[in-house]
């Protein structure tokens, strides 16, 4: 949710000035955010739309006091959305951000705010729906001016705002291919990437997990997907978004001739998940027959996400109704 609320608020405000990076806007956000961090004071007249890290990393100090009411309630939102609250304003500005972003999906929202708006309405539909509600090429190829403050930034700064220390994972260090499974479709590891680019230096590669860097200097496209490997349903919000997300980057790629490769950190749970959805979407197989194949084609395939498991029978039974009609 934080992060969605901050990589939301700066992508809105490229969007809604028709540009291909951050803006001075969201590059002075940012400032009050790092600045924080380093234990220096907001401006007394903080305004709301450079207020969002600084709402994210405050969460006892609370706004300066001679902010404006939209941004007292701009802080009020967010701390209380992070704690488990509904997303609420009292504030007519930020409320009508609210209303805007929990009616329309994210580009849509953005589109139809004014631009003073923008800002507003892409931190709210970060912040209620994540960095998932926000599709992965808006958020992905958005940068710094520079080019060097990327998603990845924003993930880090976002931990740092909350306190939160990035989890250390298990890591086999075992390359996993890449092997291409499908025609065009390439699948590996996090240590099979470079193995990929060697061979595909123009290709796209398609990152369901943090790719620690590995993926920079990529002459081809890259995109990172939000997915969180976890078998609570409430760990993916935007779970089928995500993953339409993910399929029509992989089609689109397929079908204009373009190399693509996906992978996750370990090439099996996440990695398998999307396969098990490609080859039902393909070959009208059921979630069975779709597991059987993709565990024959990618043997890393991985079962143990009960949630995502759901996730393949609801949309094998939903592509069988849908070939029946």
Same mark, same amino acid.
């Given at each position: 949710? $934080? ?44 305004? +709301? ?47 009508? $951000? ?10 849509? $929202? ?34 710094? +001016? ?16 909350? &306190? ?55 002459? &081809? ?77 990618? +043997? ?26």
């Amino acid at each position: 949710m $934080a992060m969605g609320a901050i990589t939301g608020a700066m992508v809105a405000d490229a969007r809604a000035h028709s540009s291909p990076t951050w803006t001075e806007t969201s590059l002075t956000a940012l400032g009050h955010g790092e600045s924080l961090l380093s234990g220096h004071p907001l401006p007394i007249d903080l305004p +709301p739309e450079v207020a969002v890290p600084a709402a994210i990393g405050s969460s006892t100090a609370g706004p300066p006091l001679l902010a404006d009411g939209a941004t007292i309630a701009l802080f009020e939102t967010i701390r209380g959305a992070l704690d488990g609250d509904a997303v609420v304003a009292s504030d007519p500005t930020v409320a009508k $951000a609210i209303d805007i972003a929990s009616s329309l999906p994210f580009i849509a $929202a953005v589109d139809s705010a004014s631009d003073e708006l923008a800002v507003l309405v892409g931190a709210m539909s970060g912040l209620s729906g994540g960095i998932g509600s926000i599709p992965a090429r808006l958020a992905c190829t958005t940068v710094a +001016p520079d080019g060097r403050q990327g998603r990845r930034y924003l993930s880090g700064l976002t931990l740092r705002l909350l &306190g939160i220390e990035r989890p250390l994972w298990y890591d086999p260090r075992r390359r996993r291919g890449p092997k291409e499974v499908l025609p065009g479709l390439w699948l590996s590891n996090l240590y099979g990437v470079n193995g990929f680019m060697e061979a595909q230096p123009h290709g796209l590669v398609l990152s369901l997990c943090d790719d620690e860097g590995r993926v920079d200097g990529h002459e &081809g496209e890259h995109l990172t997907f939000h997915l969180e490997d976890a078998p609570n349903s409430d760990a993916n919000p935007n779970l089928v978004n995500v993953l339409d997300d993910v399929l029509t980057e992989i089609a689109e790629a397929r079908g204009s001739g373009h190399p693509v490769l996906l992978h996750c950190r370990h090439g099996a749970s996440r990695t398998g998940l999307v396969l098990r959805l490609i080859l039902i979407d393909e070959l009208g197989l059921d979630a069975e027959a779709a597991l059987m194949e993709a565990q024959c084609i990618w +043997p890393h395939t991985s079962t143990w996400n009960k949630a995502w498991n759901r996730e393949v029978e609801r949309r094998a039974a939903t592509h069988s109704r849908s070939v029946e009609s």
